[in-house]
């Protein structure tokens, strides 16, 4: 059984950083696509950025694309999201969530497509 363990949230004043760790467990393929989402009150969950563990390709939704950055440690199993130049709208309950051996190697920012999620870590930006 897949399960997948964030930890990183936390309190944190605009402009500060925060790095979110996605600890795996349970699974045997090397062809994953792991993604990170986030959910604030009263909005849908929205994708930011994947990695597949195959190959290591990576792409980033637009509101964080240059501030946030994904990464993997395949021996360690877990998948890192760096976020820098945190802003106030930044804060939300971040997940991160895991999809097998994907079609065509192809991953998405797409919750629906995401077949194993985490409990979540909250993150909160205030001055």
């Known amino acids: 059984q897949v399960q997948l363990v964030e930890s990183g949230g936390g309190s944190v004043q605009p402009g500060g950083s925060l790095r979110l760790s996605c600890a795996a467990s349970?699974?045997?393929?090397?062809?994953?696509?792991i993604a990170w989402f986030r959910q604030a009150p009263g909005k849908e969950r929205e994708g930011l950025a994947y990695i597949y563990t195959g190959g290591g390709n990576t792409d980033y939704a637009a509101s964080v694309k240059g501030r946030f950055t994904i990464s993997g440690d395949n021996a360690k199993s877990t998948v890192y999201l760096q976020m820098n130049s945190l802003k106030p709208e930044d804060t939300a309950m971040y997940y991160c969530?895991?999809?097998?051996?994907?079609?065509?190697?192809?991953?998405?920012?797409?919750?629906?497509?995401?077949?194993?999620w985490g409990q979540g870590t909250q993150v909160t930006v205030s001055s």
């Open positions: 349970g699974y045997t393929s090397s062809s994953n696509c």
């Open positions: 969530a895991l999809v097998s051996e994907p079609v065509r190697a192809v991953c998405s920012l797409d919750p629906d497509y995401y077949e194993t």
